[in-house]
């Protein structure tokens, strides 16, 4: 069930293909997700954000398993099972271990619960923390 | 304004003081931040919590770094005030850069924005992220 | 699965089955949705939700077509999968085309993207946004 | 309090002052928002995200004003504050009335308890309401 | 700072007078909180939903405190600081002890937790939790 | 579909199996549900996660019905489907009536209402609900 249809290669439009073609080849698999297949209803909304999403999960200041799992607990804290379960997977293509996930796990956890405190408390923030002359 | 009081020195309870001592004895500065000048409104649950807290965040199989990027994630999409500043400048301690920061907000950015497509799209999750075999 | 039964006409107590008796003529369609057949376990609690989503809905100062596309805003980020599949069909039999569902889709994913981005920055609001002398 | 500077025109550099003055000449205005302050400590990605903002919210199949409720609705949903403030002074500058903004706040609210309702209730979503082909 | 004024008596109209004092009357205090001062620019509006929230909160199958604690659980899962706050007030005035605000509290954090757990694992649903058969 | 895999009683680690025991001798039954066993891929993370959920959730100065109520308000908000369908059948095992479950759920639709309101208002808290001299 899905809002949109989920494109097949037969149903998707020349545009559309062309992503899916560029998709497997970023990727070196046949294998295109269901996300690609739904959101190329729109051909051009769907390969500008691929576009970006290479940019942003590419190599730089943080290595891209970093990015996984930052991905993955905003995704957790949105509710978006589709995304957890997508960049679940792609971290452990990226080399996320066991026990990396079990850490991952808790500290998702840890943070959840003392948002709900701070949140609950309504805890003023402290004056040190401003970050005007951070720089 | 809080739903507790935040409690100085003089108000805290002698178990209360106890963890503010140690608190600083950890972190090596008099500097008790207001979340546990708040929770120790009961102390038993604020020491509980805070071991705890030393527990998830050491170094592991994360190193501490990454453990606090991952914490800013969780407190962004919770939309939890307090814990965005308290981590922000927790991970700034611990070595964040610039550069750092500019991705894990470009990352929190774009994971926000796809979990809200595929939420809207309600895209099926395909087969193969299954991980009833990952072991 | 649900947490309260899914009613069946036979199963629907006398009131409740007046309420789907009053759906079916509102939308001149023999379907009752499983949202109302849920809810109507309090027939009570269901025919005032009805009467005042009824309220709510129809014609005013905003047209029934973008008060569906607000919905379907709003429970796209309380990840609500029924209401965003049930609300779209609600937009696509007023009249939205695919290019405002994919213009819909944009939206929503820039404002999730900068709603993270104003959180995790904790902007202060400019004072210039106050309300106080907009009558 | 900000998690990064909020950047006066003295304190931006020279690419963050060239989108102060871009953000001018569009809006035609001398008043720079906080948002746009704050972010320009990564003018590269400032400039980014205002180059995009631009096209998702220009004229298109949505108007601009209905493409605005649409962001404080999933603001509201996000709490987001700054955002809310400020995407609320933008439906007033596009022509929001009052009674508008009231019908607006209804059907935020109306979506939000049945969103409550309907995730309490976890509703099995109807078959019909698949987009399978809906082309 | 709110998005719309906060009306002093003066400026209240004709039926949000009346609400006011209603409100006074009911409440037993001079007092009328800024949240109702906010709602009645549309009078009939703020009206209708106090008349509703004084049959949710009324005692019934549950009491009131206990209708409050669910109240502010729900509050902070949302991060509405102005409901968390008037609910913590409305609790203790109805009798809430700190004992039952630290494990308020403590249940809120617990939930925050595993709802992050089950969500980030995916767990699927047990069928005997099902409620086909409840009644 | 799961993240990690939920484990059956051969699949599992030798401390994991006590964990099982462990649980169906408390709880008195045979069945262990599915978030233990997916938890269970780190036993000492889920068996840390279950001492200390029966701390928190034993009698005390709230009943156990009244803790599962709040459980289920906030796992409502957060939209963690498993979590509300664990803990509606756990508040049904402790004596949670039909006409209790309705004004549950009542009272959490009015909270969602009223959150969005307040966020979508940004109204200001007023200073009355400080809880500095609460004690």
Known sequence: MSTRPVLTDEQASEP?????????????????????RCLANDPGQATELWSR?????????LDPL???????AVSTANSCGYCIHSHTAAARAKGMTSEQ?????????????????ANS???????????????
């Open 16 to 36: 559309a293909r062309q992503l899916f073609d560029e998709i497997r080849k970023v990727r070196e698999t046949d294998f295109v997700n269901n996300f690609w």
């Open 53 to 61: 999403l290479q940019q942003v999960m590419k190599p730089g200041a």
């Open 66 to 72: 970093v990015k996984e799992l930052i991905y993955i």
């Open 101 to 117: 996930h079990s850490e991952l796990l808790e500290v998702i956890a840890m943070a959840s619960a003392t948002n709900a405190l």
């Open 121 to 135: 408390l309504q805890v003023p923030v402290d004056d040190c923390f401003n970050a005007a002359d951070a720089g």
